[in-house]
């Protein structure tokens, strides 16, 4: 059996702000790993991330660190980051041009003696320019228990895609 | 169906030990390390990782990264290095509270005895300045033999706590 374990597979939709994953994390897993699969929106713009905590809360206190390097086929290089933040923003990026997926690993979010870490690849397109990827790193500084995760834009609607939550089984 | 992850080797610290050793690849699969809450027992010091020959780790100066080092706070920089006795990959562990690294490495070629052992490595993790760190890139060990494993050690004390798990990607 495999060590890789499907805990959740979360629908998109069709013309949505935010999409919640809940329930995914637990004392069974400290590794997890998010597909986000073939979403596309009308408009540029971004996915920005929150934890959801375990009385079902969506985490926005300003506790976010997250740092990113945009790699854009079609000009030089960005950075972005930030520190107190209130959500790790940009977690994914230009949904214009369709088919956009991400690829990352979230780090202790049960372990409530832990900050919560992420990590993640992304793989896109801008319209206006061509394709680009993203390497992204964040933290929530907070020690406390996450069971889930919400995925959200506050202007630009997002349709389609699947996000999947896989756990990392350790057997001792 | 592709993408399984059998488990080949994990060790979880508790108590502080000088190093880790994970062994058992044997197949021309690619391998994954994946690595969560490791802490030092000394602040500020590096994580550092070598190859295994035969469950032995490999101390020849035949070690070269290339990495780019997303910061939170600061500047990106580039991270590299070659010809060193272990990888230079993780810098800074801290060991206050939320400090950690937490790691994943692909292992390509590493069976083969005709063929160097490559590495791509993903890290996110509070340094002990603290600030959010995390290298991002690929290494290899230039000696065309055989690995079978991979050895977890710190600059300086021991490894105070963290899970390192060994998969074979099928």
Do not use: C
């Not at chain 2, 690849?25 to 010091?45: E, G, L, T």
Request: charged share 15%; net charge negative.
């Amino acid at each position: 059996m495999s060590n890789l374990r499907l805990i959740n597979e979360t629908e998109i939709g069709t013309s949505v702000l935010s999409v919640s994953v809940t329930d995914v994390f637990s004392a069974d897993f400290d590794i997890y790993k998010i597909t986000l699969e073939g979403v596309t929106s009308t408009g540029a713009g971004g996915l920005d991330l929150r934890f959801i905590n375990a009385s079902g809360s969506v985490i926005s206190a300003s506790n976010y660190d997250r740092a990113g390097l945009q790699m854009r086929s079609y000009a030089n290089f960005l950075e972005y980051r930030a520190t107190n933040d209130t959500e790790l923003q940009l977690y994914a990026y230009s949904l214009e041009g369709g088919g956009e997926s991400s690829v990352g690993y979230v780090f202790n979010p049960y372990l409530s003696s832990s900050y919560t870490f992420s990590l993640n690849q992304v793989s896109s397109y801008v319209d206006s320019g061509g394709g680009t990827s993203w390497k992204n790193i964040g933290v929530l500084k907070q020690t406390a228990s996450m069971t889930g995760f919400q995925l959200f834009n506050s202007s630009v609607n997002f349709d389609n895609g699947v996000i999947r939550t896989y756990g990392l089984r350790v057997d001792s | 169906m592709a993408g399984q992850l059998i488990q080949v080797a994990t060790e979880t610290v508790t108590s502080a030990v000088a190093s880790v050793t994970l062994t058992g690849i044997d197949s021309d699969d690619v391998y994954m390390v994946a690595m969560n809450n490791i802490v030092p027992v000394n602040n500020a010091v590096n994580l550092r990782s070598r190859v295994t020959k035969s469950g032995t780790a490999d101390t020849t100066s035949n070690y070269d990264v290339a990495g780019k080092q997303l910061k939170g706070n600061t500047t990106f920089s580039n991270s590299y290095s070659t010809n060193q006795n272990a990888w230079l990959i993780h810098f800074n562990q801290g060991n206050l509270t939320g400090e950690a690294n937490n790691i994943i490495y692909y292992l390509y070629n590493f069976n083969s005895s005709s063929e160097y052992s490559f590495i791509t490595f993903e890290e996110t993790g509070f340094d002990s300045n603290p600030n959010l760190l995390g290298n991002q890139g690929g290494a290899v060990h230039t000696v065309a033999s055989a690995s079978d494993g991979l050895h977890f050690f710190m600059t300086a004390g021991n490894i105070a706590s963290g899970t390192f798990t060994l998969y074979k990607v099928i």
